[in-house]
């Protein structure tokens, strides 16, 4: 059985940092695409900042150069370091871990946690 468990969020200023862990069982980060989604009040749930198995990372526009995707393979944790906090930023986040299967693939989630950022 997969799990994946969010740790890390809360409310911060703007301007503040956070750092967000995606602890994994059941499923390998190493061996598997990871990513972090966010959801805010009214809106669809948007891809913040992916990785893939081998490594390579991709962000969001909106993110960029603010937000570092990383993982930790002992650890098999993954995580999101968030500078510079927006209260644009401010939303439910999600982990995801995507596995390959046969021609198609598997999404799991994880709970969500949230990050308030204010102004």
């Known amino acids: 059985q997969v799990q994946l468990v969010e740790s890390g969020g809360g409310l911060v200023q703007a301007g503040g940092s956070l750092r967000l862990s995606c602890a994994a069982s059941?499923?390998?980060?190493?061996?598997?695409?990871g990513a972090w989604y966010r959801q805010a009040p009214g809106k669809q749930r948007e891809l913040v900042a992916g990785?893939?198995?081998?490594?390579?990372?991709n962000y969001a526009d909106s993110v960029k150069g603010r937000f570092t995707i990383s993982r930790d393979n002992a650890k098999n944790t993954m995580y999101l370091q968030m500078n510079s906090l927006k209260p644009e930023d401010t939303a439910v986040y999600y982990c995801?871990?995507?596995?390959?299967?046969?021609?198609?693939?598997?999404?799991?989630w994880g709970q969500g946690t949230q990050v308030t950022v204010s102004s």
């Open positions: 995801n871990a995507n596995r390959v299967v046969g021609v198609g693939f598997v999404n799991y």
């Open positions: 059941g499923i390998t980060f190493r061996l598997n695409a």
């Open positions: 990785m893939s198995a081998a490594g390579s990372t």
